[in-house]
């Protein structure tokens, strides 16, 4: 017979909210100090327009992940629970839009697919979201390696960004193991802490997109 574990420890409720709250404070300094990189750097609206669009979309990932693991479970924590999934969505399709926009390569229909990926996503985990999980799941993996599949996407991107993208990729695909692990002691601080790494290379590649796209 499977071992159920009922509920989680103190010290993994403590572990777990430090994850967050290092995230969301991180999160607040990195987005305040990417746009005015994106500002001096590049110049350019439609980039400094995407720096925002994923500075946000990130921002909002972190601190509706920390809302909703952190509160007590309550009237609201269902509904936190579905933003929380479907954040996920947008941080995805957020985080694809200023590389787009950077690599000058034709990739709108991309962005495009990411975007409606994200709209199905979050109809999924608003409406229903105890069935379908398996698809859920799927998209949430497909979303994120698209790009790997657009060789013009790929080929635009700087070396640097790109190994930095494909690592958190990595960490973001890896840490799925814990997030389904529950069983394992500490299994969301885990998972947690990998998504926090991951989304701090990708912004670090993020960084050197726009670094090399420096006009002064």
Same mark, same amino acid.
């Given at each position: 017979m499977k071992h159920v574990r009922k509920g989680y420890t103190p010290a993994e409720k403590f572990s777990d909210a430090t994850i967050h709250i290092l995230g969301v404070t991180w999160a607040l300094v990195g987005v305040f100090a990417l746009i005015p990189l994106a500002v001096f750097w590049s110049g350019e609206r439609s980039v400094i327009l995407a720096t925002m669009v994923y500075g946000l979309c990130m921002l909002a990932m972190l601190a509706v992940s920390a809302t909703y693991h952190m509160s007590p479970p309550g009237e609201?924590?269902?509904?936190?629970?579905?933003?929380d999934?479907?954040?996920? &969505?947008?941080?995805?399709?957020?985080? &694809?839009?200023?590389?787009?926009?950077?690599?000058?390569?034709?990739?709108?229909?991309?962005v495009m697919l990411l975007w409606g990926g994200a709209c199905i996503g979050i109809l999924l985990k608003m409406l229903a979201p105890n069935?379908?999980?398996?698809?859920?799941?799927?998209? &949430?993996?497909?979303?994120?390696?698209?790009g790997v599949a657009v060789g013009e996407f790929v080929a635009a991107l700087r070396p640097e960004a790109l190994y930095l993208m494909l690592f958190g990729g990595v960490l973001y695909t890896g840490g799925v193991v814990f997030f389904l692990w529950e069983d394992l002691p500490f299994h969301k601080t885990i998972w947690h802490a990998l998504v926090l790494l991951a989304t701090v290379l990708v912004y670090a590649a993020l960084v050197t997109e726009l670094a090399g796209a420096r006009t002064i």
């Amino acid at each position: 017979m499977k071992h159920v574990r009922k509920g989680y420890t103190p010290a993994e409720k403590f572990s777990d909210a430090t994850i967050h709250i290092l995230g969301v404070t991180w999160a607040l300094v990195g987005v305040f100090a990417l746009i005015p990189l994106a500002v001096f750097w590049s110049g350019e609206r439609s980039v400094i327009l995407a720096t925002m669009v994923y500075g946000l979309c990130m921002l909002a990932m972190l601190a509706v992940s920390a809302t909703y693991h952190m509160s007590p479970p309550g009237e609201w924590h269902e509904l936190l629970q579905k933003l929380d999934h479907s954040a996920i &969505y947008i941080k995805i399709a957020g985080t &694809y839009t200023p590389f787009a926009i950077l690599s000058g390569a034709p990739v709108w229909m991309l962005v495009m697919l990411l975007w409606g990926g994200a709209c199905i996503g979050i109809l999924l985990k608003m409406l229903a979201p105890n069935r379908f999980i398996p698809l859920a799941l799927g998209l &949430y993996i497909a979303m994120g390696w698209s790009g790997v599949a657009v060789g013009e996407f790929v080929a635009a991107l700087r070396p640097e960004a790109l190994y930095l993208m494909l690592f958190g990729g990595v960490l973001y695909t890896g840490g799925v193991v814990f997030f389904l692990w529950e069983d394992l002691p500490f299994h969301k601080t885990i998972w947690h802490a990998l998504v926090l790494l991951a989304t701090v290379l990708v912004y670090a590649a993020l960084v050197t997109e726009l670094a090399g796209a420096r006009t002064i």
